[in-house]
């Protein structure tokens, strides 16, 4: 990295200038698992984030990675803290005409999966570009990306400190989630952006409360979906569908307990085990795609460029994914083979279509769609049924859940 030294040019005063091979316009997991993978490679980069550290820490998200994802942190030495604090989970629970059927990862496919919360993977992430001395700023303003159309883009931001920086790269990254800005660099006629909307969103809560169920269970009712799911022996978490309008704070613990109750309900008398509400959210979804990921020297990476709804736990590994590819490829590029670049797409995009197919598969087979009929409810336990029933039924959905091996989408 070069020294810092002041600068101004046709876009403005700047008090320091660095050159790194790849800037990365996001410090989420995406951001700073590709930092991390380049960093072994000895490319250096600067990562970017508008949250701080502490905005990033305390947002709930998913919890589910999949195999070859933790064996990714695992291996590559971010952390062994997955093996130590993280739950194997070796199958989980569909819940449909009041019974439970467990779908046994081990037995179908030989996989678990790792309930290791997203904010984990992030904490761990972030400590290890401080331990390996990566250059990463949080709370930053004023972010902008110039030049992606030549081969010496660059990337400025102003520090918490009003410090206005610069950095030129070779490449950028935009691992800056759904509402990135870098997808917008890709101009408009040269961009496809796939979309589907859902007319139901998910009321996330964290509880104080024991362990409802070993597993995730995922619980289909004529009521709607429910989702639960566990974090520590004593905090819970717990998604049921609802309206993307329901306002959060219009719900008492008591409705929101006896709509989780109502949803689980059975004949094998299954009940939640109920504590206070912490937190209450509710998450809105959608299925996005944007084609082309690469653009010049922008690539796209994670939500930047896709996101799938939270039913089959496949966004943070599907990102996770995108940059174990996008390093490879960078370090060849770097090396002088720029078209090693053009593989990108067409690695990450595969697997991308594979798991928005499953992630909208699962949200249909497990919701109800408001206004729907008899026929619908009826046709979906049917559905479910059919997976259930058979191994190949079973087999399929194992397989999707536990995620793909590299080997075989690439
Ligand atoms: C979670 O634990 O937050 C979680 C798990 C599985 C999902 C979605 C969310 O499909």
């Not at 653009?295 to 039913?311: C, E, F, M, R, Y």
Request: proline share 5%; net charge negative; hydrophobic share 40%.
């Amino acid at each position: 990295m070069t020294s810092p030294s002041p600068t101004a040019d046709d876009h403005g005063e700047v008090d320091t200038v660095t050159e790194v091979p790849v800037a990365i316009v996001g410090a989420g997991p995406a951001g700073l698992l590709l930092a991390h993978l380049l960093g072994r490679a000895g490319v250096e980069t600067v990562a970017i984030d508008t949250r701080t550290r502490e905005e990033i820490e305390s947002t709930h998200r998913a919890g589910i990675l999949e195999a070859d994802a933790a064996r990714t942190l695992v291996e590559t030495g971010v952390s062994d803290r997955i093996l130590r604090e993280g739950d194997e989970h070796a199958g989980i629970e569909l819940r449909f005409g009041g019974r439970a059927h467990r779908i046994d990862f081990q037995d179908l496919v030989g996989e678990s999966v790792w309930l290791y919360p997203q904010t984990a993977v992030f904490v761990d992430l972030a400590d290890a570009r401080d331990r390996d001395g990566g250059t990463v700023h949080f709370g930053t303003s004023g972010t902008e990306v110039l030049d992606v159309e030549s081969d010496r883009p660059r990337m400025r931001w102003t520090g918490p400190d009003g410090t206005r920086h610069e950095v030129r790269a070779r490449y950028v990254v935009g691992a800056d989630g759904s509402r990135s800005q870098c997808r917008e660099l890709v101009p408009a006629d040269h961009r496809t952006q796939h979309a589907r909307e859902y007319p139901f969103a998910w009321f996330g809560i964290m509880a104080e409360a024991p362990k409802s169920a070993p597993e995730l269970v995922y619980a289909h009712s004529e009521h709607g979906f429910a989702l639960i799911s566990q974090r520590t022996e004593s905090v819970q978490r717990m998604y049921f569908q609802c309206d993307p309008d329901d306002d959060p704070a219009a719900w008492s613990d008591d409705r929101i307990w006896t709509t989780l109750q109502a949803r689980v309900a059975g004949e094998d008398g299954f009940r939640l085990l109920e504590g206070p509400v912490l937190e209450r959210t509710v998450l809105r979804f959608r299925s996005f795609v944007q084609e082309p990921m690469r653009w010049g020297s922008l690539l796209l990476a994670g939500d930047a460029a896709h996101t799938v709804p939270p039913t089959g736990a496949r966004g943070l590994n599907l990102a996770l994914h995108d940059v174990t590819v996008l390093a490879e490829v960078l370090v060849e590029a770097l090396g002088g083979t720029d078209a090693a670049l053009d593989d990108y797409q067409r690695r990450a995009l595969r697997r991308v279509w594979r798991a928005q197919n499953f992630s909208y598969w699962m949200t249909q087979l497990l919701h109800a769609a408001p206004g729907g009929s008899s026929f619908d409810l009826r046709r979906q336990l049917g559905e479910l049924d059919n997976v259930v029933s058979t191994r190949a039924g079973r087999t399929y959905l194992a397989e999707q859940y536990t995620g793909w091996p590299t080997r075989d989408t690439d």
